[in-house]
């Protein structure tokens, strides 16, 4: 079983930065790209961001030049630098990971940490 836990959420005014942190633990033989998303009140999980096992990014325009995605393979996390935060980055952010355990590949979320950003 592969468990991804979020950490590094909270309460941050506008313009601030908070940095995400996701762990992958479990019995897994590697783990492929991994990513992060999001999903404010009343709409749908939106994608922020992604990177490869071998440090390719993706991002999606809202967050381009305010957001970075980084990881450490030794252990097994991924990050997402925020700043310059704004009221409408207030969502619960979520990680996920493709995961190859050796017999299948899957894809795991985490259970997603509450970002807040105050006006």
């Known amino acids: 079983q592969v468990q991804l836990v979020e950490s590094g959420g909270g309460l941050v005014q506008a313009g601030g930065s908070l940095r995400l942190s996701c762990v992958a633990s479990?019995?897994?033989?590697?783990?492929?790209?991994m990513g992060w998303h999001r999903q404010a009140p009343g709409k749908e999980r939106e994608f922020l961001a992604a990177?490869?096992?071998?440090?390719?990014?993706n991002y999606a325009d809202s967050v381009k030049g305010r957001f970075t995605i980084s990881r450490d393979n030794a252990k097994n996390t991924v990050y997402l630098q925020m700043n310059s935060l704004k009221p409408e980055d207030t969502a619960v952010y979520f990680c996920?990971?493709?995961?190859?355990?050796?017999?299948?590949?899957?894809?795991?979320w985490g259970q997603g940490t509450q970002v807040t950003v105050s006006s």
């Open positions: 990177i490869t096992s071998g440090a390719s990014t």
């Open positions: 479990g019995r897994f033989f590697s783990i492929n790209a």
């Open positions: 996920n990971a493709a995961i190859s355990t050796g017999k299948q590949s899957i894809v795991s």
